[in-house]
């Protein structure tokens, strides 16, 4: 068996402990060198009902200047919106066994103040 990071570990622990469901999906994050993901995902029935990330067509052209703390803060908005728009305010946040601090918590913030609940 391969050995696990402590990221996966963290991941794992997690999971363990949450899980989305209809009435609070989960937003989960996922970050790259360069780029930052947020998917909001119904563990109930194995659904993503949203995505937003630095690659998506609404931001990509917005981005090319800005640091990758901003580009978080408005792939955070962005899925906020998303979420809105589909009747999703109350979620459930998976940090993805990332630490709560950087680009993940800028993220989290900016949903927070776009209008979702967690």
């Known amino acids: 068996m391969a ?6 570990r963290r991941k794992l622990r ?15 994050v ?5 780029h930052i993901y947020a998917q909001v995902i119904d ?11 630095t690659q998506s067509a609404d931001l990509k052209s917005t981005l090319s200047d800005d640091k990758k703390l ?18 999703v305010e109350k979620i459930v946040f998976d940090r993805n066994g990332y630490l709560y601090h ?5 993220l989290a913030e900016a949903a927070r103040e776009a209008g979702l609940k967690f």
């Open 3 to 8: 050995k696990l990071t402590s990221r996966d």
């Open 14 to 28: 997690i999971r363990g402990k949450i899980s989305g469901s209809t009435e609070r999906p989960r937003l989960t």
């Open 30 to 34: 996922y970050r790259s060198s360069r």
């Open 43 to 53: 563990d109930e029935k194995g659904t993503t009902l949203a995505a937003a990330s």
């Open 70 to 87: 901003d580009s978080a803060k408005k792939v955070g908005a962005l899925i906020a919106k998303i979420c809105l728009a589909r009747n």
């Open 102 to 106: 950087g680009r993940v918590k800028a």
